[in-house]
Nanobody, 124 residues
Framework: QVQLVESGGKSVQAGGSLRLSCAAS????????VGWFRQPPGKEREFVGT????????GYGASVKGRFTISRDNAKRTAYLQMSSLKPEDTAVYYC?????????????????WGQGTQVTVSS
C-alpha cells in the first residue's frame, strides 16, 4: 500500500502560480499512476489531471489544460502539480491519488489511495 501526503497549498492572487507536491511512502511509487483532483466549496470532487507511472504520459481536465502541468520524480517518490494563470474558480481542496496500473487513470472511482488534501485559495 502507498500513503500520500499533499503539500504546497496556500492563498494566492489571480494570475499567480503555485506548485503542489504529493509525497508517497510505502509501496513502490513507480508502479502507480497518479491523479490530481479538486473539490471546490460546495461541489463534487472533479478530475484535474493524471500521469502514468513512468511520467511519460499525462492527461488533463478541460478546465485546466494548458495552465496546469503534472510531473513526477520517482526517485524522490513525489508527484507535482504546477499551476499557472490561476483563477478564482481554481479555489478548492486539491487531492492526489494513486492507482497500481500501467496507464493513465481519469476517473475518481478507479483510485484506491488518496491523500488528505491541501487547500488552494485564489483571490481576485
Amino acid at each position: 500500500q502507498v500513503q500520500l501526503v499533499e503539500s504546497g497549498g496556500k492563498s494566492v492572487q489571480a494570475g499567480g502560480s503555485l506548485r503542489l507536491s504529493c509525497a508517497a511512502s510505502g509501496g513502490t511509487f513507480s508502479w502507480y499512476a497518479v491523479g490530481w483532483f479538486r473539490q471546490p466549496p460546495g461541489k463534487e470532487r472533479e478530475f484535474v489531471g493524471t500521469i502514468d507511472r513512468s511520467g511519460e504520459s499525462t492527461g488533463y481536465g478541460a478546465s485546466v489544460k494548458g495552465r496546469f502541468t503534472i510531473s513526477r520524480d520517482n526517485a524522490k517518490r513525489t508527484a507535482y502539480l504546477q499551476m499557472s494563470s490561476l483563477k478564482p474558480e481554481d479555489t478548492a481542496v486539491y487531492y492526489c491519488a494513486a492507482q497500481h496500473t500501467t496507464g493513465l487513470v481519469y476517473t475518481l472511482l478507479e483510485y484506491d489511495y488518496w491523500g488528505q488534501g491541501t487547500q488552494v485559495t485564489v483571490s481576485s
